[in-house]
């Protein structure tokens, strides 16, 4: 596989409601769609998930941009791509930048699917035809507001919910979720907003028989992280941020850090970088689901695909297009049913763009040829 060009576009796609995490609030969602071509004419497309600000991870989507521009599409000009696995590897000098890497790489994947005449899913392995999949709620004003939002998310079908907390906004508002909702699957979700001085509020909600607690401590602890989970009895803490890299999952279990890893694709590097990391949690017996980043419908395909491997027994982070979005960029929404989401079985990622909404929520598009 050779390489004849690339286009980025820079979309930015309205949320239906503003999304509130401990980080802050996002109202739409900004991001590069990435479209390569080979020498065939195929076309694969990758989203750049990175955020406007450094507050998730340190990337920035400009930043992310120009690393995307100047060093990867730069690497790939000119040479003869035999295996898929070699962009990763081509990448991996360049320290760092995850999702500028992931963005890429995962293109070349949807274009190496599509030259295998296949199916992104089967490309990677999967096998199940549809995922069961659960819903992040973001932090709410009140209790009452945030058991009715998981209320219109039940009746909708999700198995799983994921609430975002923060000190003053936790014990109340999850109790107020299992004492609705006794039996539903819930995660707390904390975005590193707590501190050691916060470890018995952490530990009190052992009593709500909740399943995991994410990332309550800085992104770059593991010893926290251990600390609270030798102590708690009943949940697993879950790592979202601390983890990049298959590396990072192998120190957090080798220390006890957590049983479980909200693995997200473009955090870690791309498709290849994920797949070692599931195997390797299969291997252990860690809990590993797929996450999400506010994905538009080619991101959303990755996820779909990814969690559709046999490693991943616990519902992802991956939703309905229509619960984030009014009109998403490409032409096959993805829907929830009876708590599933059906995975794409057409050429690649199985789904493609709507030009028209492209062209709607597209601020520039730049044009490298790479021939």
């Known amino acids: 596989m050779r390489l004849n060009k690339a286009c980025l576009y820079k979309v930015h796609l309205p949320l239906l409601t503003p999304f509130r995490t401990s980080y802050g609030v996002l109202r ?18 990758g989203e750049l998930e990175a955020f406007p600000l450094p507050d998730y991870t340190e990337e920035t989507l400009e930043g992310a941009k120009q690393v995307v521009v100047n060093l990867l599409l730069e690497e790939l000009r000119g040479k003869e791509i035999k295996d898929v696995e070699e962009v990763s590897q081509l990448f991996a000098w360049v320290r760092g930048n995850e999702m500028a890497k992931a963005s890429v790489e995962s293109a070349c994947y949807d274009l190496s699917a599509k030259r295998h005449k296949t199916s992104l899913a089967h490309f990677i392995g999967a096998q199940e035809k549809e995922i069961s999949v659960g819903v992040s709620v973001g932090i709410q004003e009140n209790e009452r507001i945030l058991v009715e939002k998981v209320r219109t998310y039940v009746s909708a079908g999700y198995g799983r919910i994921k609430v975002k907390i923060k000190p003053g906004a936790d014990f109340s508002y999850l109790k107020a979720i299992r004492d609705e909702f006794p039996e539903i699957p819930l995660i707390a979700d904390a ?12 530990l009190r909600l052992d009593q709500l028989a909740i399943t995991m607690i994410e990332q309550p401590f800085g992104v770059r602890d593991l010893w926290l992280h251990a600390k609270l989970q030798n102590k708690l009895e009943k ?136 021939d």
């Not at 590069?32 to 080979?38: A, G, K, P, V």
């Not at 975005?191 to 952490?202: F, Q, R, V």
């Not at 969690?307 to 619960?323: K, L, M, V, W, Y």
């Open 28 to 45: 739409e969602k900004s991001f590069y769609l990435i479209m390569l071509e080979d020498e065939l004419g195929n076309i694969g497309y």
């Open 191 to 202: 975005n590193s907003a707590y501190e050691e001085a916060d470890l018995n509020k952490l």
């Open 235 to 370: 949940t697993a803490v879950c790592l979202d941020e601390n983890i990049r890299s298959l590396e990072d999952v192998m120190q957090a279990h080798a220390f006890g850090s957590c049983r479980a890893i909200n693995l997200k694709m473009a955090r870690v590097g791309g498709m290849l970088e994920a797949l070692r990391i599931a195997k390797f949690c299969k291997q252990t017996g860690m809990i590993v689901w797929c996450g999400g980043m506010l994905e538009a419908g080619i991101g959303r395909a990755y996820n779909v695909a990814l969690a559709a491997r046999n490693e991943f027994q616990f519902p992802g982070d991956i939703s309905a297009t229509s619960r984030y979005f009014e009109q998403d960029i490409v032409k096959q929404n993805f829907e929830v049913i009876d708590g599933k989401i059906c995975v794409p079985d057409g050429l690649g990622i199985g789904v493609d763009i709507d030009e028209q909404a492209l062209n709607r929520f597209t601020e520039s598009v730049e044009t490298i040829l790479l």
